[in-house]
């Protein structure tokens, strides 16, 4: 039975938090609806914080044609949230996740065919996997569309390199059915772990090992550099470094302006002198560090991947014995990218705000564990490069402009 439109409104308010708050979604990522009527939904709008979201905010959208009342925008998925409702009479609730676990089981092109029984109340017998098509756009509402047409009894989809879609009759049943399918994509990575590697138990450390022996990249690393943290202020940047030490670096001299300056500072000097970020920071998540001891350039697996950190992510060595050269080979490989791998030392990430940082960190974290996962299952697959190419260009031009306002 379809929400009264005030209700509806705050409940998708509600779980726009909720969301953020159980990491099921980060930033403005993702987005929710509720049924109003037979013909009307509405739909959390497009680019706006879901921590700061207000029920006036929320959009009415006609189910019919997506045309929508009021002067905002709503989210662009809005097509497939309205053929969810026009094809499902009974569904009143439906969320538009990037959950993690989901998303990396997404890439490989599989669906689960045999979902484990513990979930099957929830999620039923099988979760398909909608075909790739650009976020946003006609394509994807189609491929989407087929997959539930094709699938008329799942609640829950895989969206290949991009999220989940999310179905229920209310809103508790569509948080249910989020929740089960990330802790069901979980078993699925760690399963297949096990299959492949034929370890007894489950261990992270030794899946990122196993992953390292198979590339013939050794073992992870003992120990990493400390590349620290910087913020930028005019022609000066504060550098945290070494367990929380600061130390004021000049960026035209290089010179420390109140104490003595570590090798590491050199790099984020040479990043700022040759790009416009006002921040960097020191990624040491150990996937992220699996990742960088490959020495090999990344490519996007996921679509996020491509807008927030760049077409490519190249990995560049760190040598304190030679320090200047590595330093300008660092910043000549962040050029027109947010990050870039340190070899067997994580990465470093550069941005113009707090929103930037918390981004491009959840999103290098998903996209290395995408790398390592991935791999395992031997089903390593692109996001191909014209829409990384496009994805990028408008999230440049527009989404990064909008969200830190």
Same mark, same amino acid.
């Given at each position: ?22 990491? @099921?979604?980060? *930033? ?120 539930? @047409? ?6 829950? !989809? ?52 196993? !992953? ?24 000066? !940047? ?13 960026? =035209? ?24 970020? +006002? ?25 996020? !991947? ?8 190249? +990995? ?20 027109? *990218?947010?990050?870039? @791998? ?27 564990? =995408? ?35």
């Amino acid at each position: 039975m379809a929400y009264e439109i005030e209700q509806a409104k705050q409940l998708v308010v509600d779980a726009g938090k909720k969301l953020v708050e159980t990491g @099921l979604i980060a *930033r403005t990522w993702g987005n929710v609806s509720a049924r109003i009527s037979d013909t009307q939904f509405v739909i959390t709008p497009s680019g706006r914080a879901y921590e700061t979201l207000t029920p006036d905010e929320v959009v009415v959208v006609n189910i019919e044609d997506c045309s929508h009342e009021g002067d905002i925008k709503p989210s662009s998925e809005k097509g497939i949230h309205a053929d969810s409702y026009k094809h499902h009479p009974e569904v009143d609730f439906v969320i538009h996740t990037h959950q993690k676990a989901a998303t990396i089981v997404s890439i490989t092109g599989m669906e689960i065919r045999n979902v484990y029984d513990e979930f099957k109340s929830v999620l039923g017998d099988k979760v398909p996997v909608a075909e790739y098509a650009m976020s946003t756009t006609n394509p994807l509402r189609k491929k989407v569309e087929k997959c539930m @047409l094709e699938n008329p009894d799942c609640y829950a !989809f895989m969206l290949k390199h991009h999220g989940t879609l999310c179905l229920g009759k209310t809103y508790e049943q569509a948080f249910e059915v989020a929740d089960a399918l990330e802790k069901c994509c979980e078993k699925v990575i760690k399963d297949n772990y096990l299959r492949h590697s034929w370890d007894k138990e489950y261990s992270a450390d030794n899946r990122r090992n196993y !992953f390292l022996k198979k590339n013939d990249a050794g073992e992870m690393p003992s120990s990493i550099c400390d590349l620290g943290s910087s913020v930028r202020t005019g022609s000066v !940047f504060t550098l945290t470094y070494d367990g929380g030490k600061k130390v004021d670096v000049d960026i =035209a001299t290089g010179l420390a302006i109140n104490g003595i300056a570590p090798k590491c500072a050199k790099i984020h000097r040479a990043i700022y002198q040759n790009e416009n970020f +006002t921040m960097i920071n020191h990624l040491t998540a150990p996937d992220v560090v699996a990742v960088s001891c490959l020495d090999e350039t990344m490519y996007p697996m996921i679509d996020d !991947f491509a807008q927030i950190v760049g077409l490519d992510v190249k +990995t560049v060595p760190w040598i304190d014995g030679d320090t200047d050269e590595c330093a300008d080979e660092i910043a000549k490989s962040i050029h027109k *990218r947010n990050a870039v @791998l340190i070899q067997g030392n994580g990465a470093l990430v550069a941005g113009n705000s707090e929103g930037d940082m918390q981004a491009l960190e959840i999103i290098m974290d998903k996209g290395c564990e =995408a790398v390592v996962d991935c791999d395992i299952f031997n089903r390593t697959h692109y996001v191909p490069k014209a829409e990384c190419f496009l994805m990028r260009t408008v999230y440049l031009a527009k989404y990064s402009k909008q969200i830190n306002k």
